[in-house]
């Protein structure tokens, strides 16, 4: 993957046909540090995450890693720049197992040592995804589902892994599952940058925050900051 460098997006705007859905919006994510995203249904945020991958067509904007312009590679290309994606619903191959499911994720790598290395990381990170290596993906639950997702992201080696709603459909115990394996994935100097409607996720899981209404950026702080702001105690963390 990449060398360490900054993720950069600047005055990003996405547009569906007439409708404005993320306007300019500006954040960064350097080497290790993990940002999140919250924001209601429809404020911007899967078309922001989806935008930066090359997924939709951005009207406007710079993406950059360092020096290099990540404006012109598409989506398929930029895990070879170190960039992970979790899409959200998880949409793994049902019909395939497990195993190959993770395998899949490694499609730009070798099957050498340090790609079964990467293997042997996701298992026991996910020691589930092991036992289960032989099941059908479809057979998993949401909950297993969402691990397998992360894992099959993981086994590309990324340094920088960007989560659309995790936490979408899963019970409170299985969020906090997801949430003690981005801490881990953080301590391991992962860089992350998490999309969510969870804000209590969002906070436990990042250091610094954007708010997103409307497809602009409402407010920007240390997840601490946020967490104490009355409005945002009020209208995300429902307090
Ligand atoms: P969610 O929590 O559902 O993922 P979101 O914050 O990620 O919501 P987006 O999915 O990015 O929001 O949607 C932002 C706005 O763009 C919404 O008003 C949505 O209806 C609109 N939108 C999203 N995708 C399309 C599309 N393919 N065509 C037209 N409008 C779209």
């Known amino acids: 993957?990449?060398?360490?460098?900054?993720?950069?997006?600047?005055?990003?705007s996405v547009h569906y046909g007439g409708v404005c859905a993320v306007r300019s919006i500006d954040f960064s994510i350097a080497p290790g540090e993990s940002v999140g995203i919250i924001g209601a249904n429809g404020a911007g945020k899967t078309s922001t995450l989806k935008a930066l991958m090359g997924l939709v067509p951005r009207s406007g904007?710079?993406?950059?890693?360092?020096?290099?312009?990540?404006?012109?590679?598409p989506a398929r290309d930029m895990v070879r720049h170190g960039?992970?994606?979790?899409?959200?619903?998880?949409?793994?191959?049902?019909?395939?197992?497990?195993?190959?499911?993770?395998?899949l994720g490694a499609y730009a790598r070798r099957w050498d040592d340090e790609t079964r290395a990467t293997l042997a990381e996701v298992h026991e990170l996910f020691p589930v995804l092991g036992e289960m290596g032989t099941r059908l993906a479809g057979a998993l639950s949401g909950g297993q589902q969402q691990m397998l997702a992360i894992g099959r992201a993981l086994m590309a080696r990324p340094r920088i892994l960007l989560l659309d709603e995790p936490s979408m459909g899963l019970s409170p115990k299985l969020v906090s599952g997801i949430l003690d394996v981005l801490l881990r994935l953080r301590e391991?100097?992962?860089?992350l940058l998490l999309v969510e409607q969870n804000a209590k996720l969002t906070f436990g899981a990042t250091s610094h925050c954007?708010?997103?209404?409307n497809g602009e950026v409402a407010m920007t702080g240390s997840a601490q900051e946020l967490s104490r702001d009355e409005r945002v105690r009020r209208i995300y963390l429902g307090l």
């Open 1 to 12: 993957p990449a060398h360490a460098a900054t993720l950069a997006v600047d005055d990003l």
């Open 61 to 73: 904007g710079r993406i950059t890693l360092g020096e290099r312009d990540l404006g012109k590679v």
């Open 83 to 103: 960039i992970g994606y979790v899409p959200e619903g998880r949409h793994v191959f049902p019909g395939l197992p497990v195993e190959k499911n993770l395998l």
């Open 188 to 191: 391991e100097g992962l860089s």
């Open 210 to 213: 954007l708010v997103m209404e």
